[in-house]
């Protein structure tokens, strides 16, 4: 067996070498998914743990090598994935790995949105300032360096955008050939344009992402074809380090809670191995509260959480919040370990509520895209459930750009987004903050005068209202 690394069954317990896992990444046993474990693993083994030889990395010098990696010019140690490599050590030749440079995402504060939420100090970790624009690329750089060792020619995802322009980016950078199956006409023109750019084989699918996870699950079973969905245990050691970099950029302070969208139910799953596998490493002496939001038209996670007989029921997803349109999850074992094992929550949300997180997290100059504003919905609801107490320190894990998906942004502040029945159920204070928020573009003649009677209608009205004037300077 590997001497660095192992996977390990999640549902059975089983353990195979990393190399020889089948294509579709189930175990053959119980069709579970894998973990990744490592020598300084809970229960990689009794008694090991106590020998020398897998003595648990030293806390205090990877902190400080982490932190000294960032002035370096090597592009592995500039990488936010790879300069944790001591937690991820999956590959055989680091120097060899492909990267974009990605992660290094900025935690940002955000004032107003906490206020409309309830709690006194509230951060976003925006991973979509990865080079593709959203927290895919730490998963990505992870899995397809694997693909690379394992000496495949060909990858491929299904995907609802974000994989597949992640994947087809780093498969170009590696020189790999891909293929991308998406739902035909639900995906947002800026993600399937990226899989374009970058060179992919681009397959529309007529069904969902569910249909085409399916379809390409038995076709890598044909063909030497490395799967890089999430199902990939690799991916999820990258998409493990925002966890990292979180407590790094707290001054190794831990947040009381996380909260972050589900689709797959990778993600979640993920950043809380992240976070267990530091409290188990003695970086962190205690884990946040992870809560998973999914949108109220694509909520089967929600749902197992409320059905007394905890049985899984796909769901025929429907959203515009279309990166998480997905009915049929298949991380969901794991994301809702995570979720039991550190307290947090499982909430959803409406597309009304979606399409105002959004506008909000917008207006404070952040702006992610449908599926990451998920987490500010979610938030106000774990608030007013008094789950989440003022004075805990919240972190959004905002997981995609806002230029992923314009046209959803454009229809919004147009007042062509929501439907006439949508609307009608909006209290009065949601009809307020929409028109507040929505800045529909003016279109006037190139006038002189024109121009500055509707600036200074428009300066008039703003100074009235006597929002946003004098907001303060946002870190
Ligand atoms: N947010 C964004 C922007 C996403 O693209 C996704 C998933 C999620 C949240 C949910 O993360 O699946 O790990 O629970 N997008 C996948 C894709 C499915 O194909 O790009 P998850």
Redesign the pocket.
């Known amino acids: 067996m590997s001497a660095t690394h192992q996977l390990r069954c999640t549902t059975c317990g089983a353990r195979i070498a990393g190399d020889a896992v089948r294509s579709d990444f189930r175990c053959p046993d119980c069709n579970g998914l894998y973990e990744v474990i490592y020598p300084w693993s809970q229960g990689w083994s009794a008694e090991k743990t106590a020998s020398a030889e897998v003595r648990l990395p030293n806390p205090g010098g990877m902190r400080h090598l982490w932190q000294e990696r960032k002035t370096s010019t090597m592009p592995v140690d500039q990488s936010g994935v790879w300069r944790f490599r001591e937690l991820l050590p999956i590959v055989r030749d680091v120097e060899r790995v492909v990267t974009l440079r990605e992660g290094n995402t900025p935690l940002y504060e955000m004032p107003r949105s906490a206020e409309l939420a309830g709690v006194d100090w509230l951060l976003a970790k925006h991973q979509?300032m990865n080079p593709t624009g959203?927290?895919?690329d730490t998963g990505m750089t992870a899995a397809l360096s694997v693909a690379v060792e394992r000496g495949f020619q060909w990858v491929a995802?299904?995907?609802?955008?974000?994989?597949?322009a992640a994947m087809a980016a780093y498969a170009a950078r590696a020189g790999l050939r891909c293929i991308v199956f998406i739902p035909e006409g639900k995906i947002a023109w800026g993600?399937l344009s990226q899989s374009m750019d970058y060179g992919a084989l681009t397959v529309q699918l007529k069904t969902d992402?569910d249909g085409c996870l399916k379809l390409l699950t038995k076709l890598v079973q044909q063909f030497p074809i490395y799967l890089l969905n999430?199902v990939n245990p690799y991916r999820l050691e990258g998409q493990k380090t925002p966890a990292m970099e979180i407590v790094e950029q707290m001054e190794w302070q831990v947040p009381e809670h996380l909260v972050?969208?589900?689709?797959?139910?990778?993600?979640?799953?993920?950043l809380g191995k992240g976070f267990l596998e530091m409290k188990h490493l003695g970086l962190i002496q205690r884990v946040p509260k992870i809560s998973v939001i999914q949108a109220q038209g694509a909520n089967p996670l929600y749902r197992w959480f409320g059905d007394e007989n905890r049985e899984m029921k796909p769901v025929k997803a429907e959203t515009r919040a279309t990166?998480?349109r997905?009915g049929n999850?298949a991380?969901w074992r794991k994301?809702s370990r995570v979720i039991e094992e550190t307290g947090g929550w499982c909430e959803q949300v409406t597309e009304q509520e979606i399409a105002l997180a959004k506008a909000e997290i917008g207006a404070e100059g952040v702006g992610c895209?449908p599926?990451?504003a998920v987490t500010l919905a979610g938030l106000k609801k774990l608030v007013a459930a008094g789950r989440v107490t003022r004075e805990e320190r919240v972190v959004l894990v905002l997981?995609?750009h806002t230029l992923?998906d314009p046209q959803y942004t454009i229809d919004y502040h147009k007042g062509e987004l929501l439907t006439a029945a949508e609307m009608a159920g909006e209290t009065e204070a949601e009809r307020e903050s929409h028109a507040a928020l929505r800045k529909p573009p003016l279109v006037l003649e190139a006038d002189e005068a024109v121009v500055l009677r509707a600036l200074e209608e428009r300066m008039a009205t703003a100074n009235a209202a006597g929002t946003q004037e004098t907001p303060g300077t946002l870190k």
């Open positions: 979509g959203s927290f895919k995802c299904a995907s609802t955008g974000n994989t597949s993600k992402f999430s972050v969208p589900g689709g797959n139910l990778g993600n979640s799953s993920a990166a998480i997905i999850p991380s994301a895209e599926a990451s997981t995609g992923k």
